[in-house]
């Protein structure tokens, strides 16, 4: 054996996976992507499938092309540990999924109206869509068409798929709560959305919603150009707040979905506005501590992660 390549030795972590070797050797200055290449050939098995794991402290293995063996802390005799993770799915896919819902849903249920909701007066027909609730629809539908069109040409995904059974958790926040729950309350015939519009909230929540979208979009052109296409590496995000919080896509995304409240005035709104800003608030939480742990003194730290001087 060379005095650059070890011998790993191989252990299944959950359920056994079939041919998988019991040894394997590889060099020392080979990027980790080539066990996970190696290994994933040698068992017939999707490469997106393998979680590595080393066996001395559970560290993961990274499947990355820009992380060597030897940085890893393998050593000759080392253990790791392989785990099947399941059928996956690529994380394009899923936010396609779960984006397209909402666009689905809202117009059908605008459209629908007269066979979903009871006639407020039987004696006059059913009452058209409001001002307020075209424009309900239409803010919604850009949002999340700018979400499908992000997904399919500005998104560097760090993950290329995730397991196939989390799309129906993920999707159920869009499809559910953004999706039939917000629609069925937005455009029922007597929302406040039915009402005369009131240019005190409406005019403030467009312009807080436009705002919310450029931004948002312009953070995610940013957080795009720290990786090339189809690379993993990783960057230090600068520019248009990032020196102020962790994660401004996050906050604008957030400006946004609070001008479609004040347009909307809903309930049905609201939880899914908060359901959405609890999330972004634990991502962007492990983002500011996985920046710290991954880049040091380079990092400028970040007092708050979404909302300057709040979190």
Not at 250 to 269: H, I, P, Q
Not at 285 to 305: A, I, M, P, Q, V
Request: charged share 20%.
């Amino acid at each position: 054996m060379s005095s650059q390549t070890i011998t790993l030795v191989i252990s299944p972590r959950g359920k056994p996976i079939k041919t998988l070797p019991q040894e394997s050797e590889v060099a020392r200055n080979a990027p980790a992507i080539e066990l996970y290449n190696h290994l994933a050939a040698a068992s017939g098995t999707s490469v997106h499938r393998l979680r590595i794991t080393k066996g001395s402290d559970g560290q993961l293995v990274p499947n990355r092309a820009d992380v060597s063996i030897k940085q890893t802390g393998l050593m000759d005799g080392s253990r790791i540990f392989v785990k099947d993770l399941g059928p996956q799915i690529s994380w394009q896919t899923v936010f396609v999924i779960e984006y397209l819902g909402p666009i689905v849903i809202h117009p059908l249920v605008y459209l629908l109206r007269p066979y979903i909701y009871a006639s407020p007066n039987k004696h006059f027909p059913f009452p058209a869509p409001s001002s307020l609730q075209t424009l309900s629809l239409l803010l919604l539908c850009l949002h999340f068409v700018k979400r499908e069109f992000e997904t399919l040409f500005i998104h560097r995904f760090s993950a290329a798929t995730m397991p196939l059974r989390n799309i129906f958790k993920n999707s159920a926040h869009y499809w559910i709560v953004g999706g039939l729950n917000m629609a069925y309350w937005i455009y029922r015939p007597n929302a406040p959305t039915a009402k005369p519009m009131n240019v005190y909230f409406t005019i403030p929540g467009i312009l807080l919603f436009f705002a919310g979208e450029i931004g948002n979009f312009s953070s995610h052109l940013t957080l795009r150009d720290l990786r090339s296409s189809g690379g993993k590496e990783r960057g230090i995000p600068q520019g248009f707040w990032f020196e102020h919080v962790t994660c401004p896509n996050y906050m604008f995304e957030t400006m946004a979905w609070v001008g479609v409240f004040l347009v909307t005035r809903d309930l049905a709104t609201v939880i899914f506005l908060l359901e959405s800003v609890t999330m972004m608030c634990i991502w962007a939480k492990k983002k500011e501590s996985n920046y710290r742990k991954e880049f040091g003194d380079k990092y400028k730290r970040k007092r708050h992660t979404i909302l300057p001087g709040i979190y």
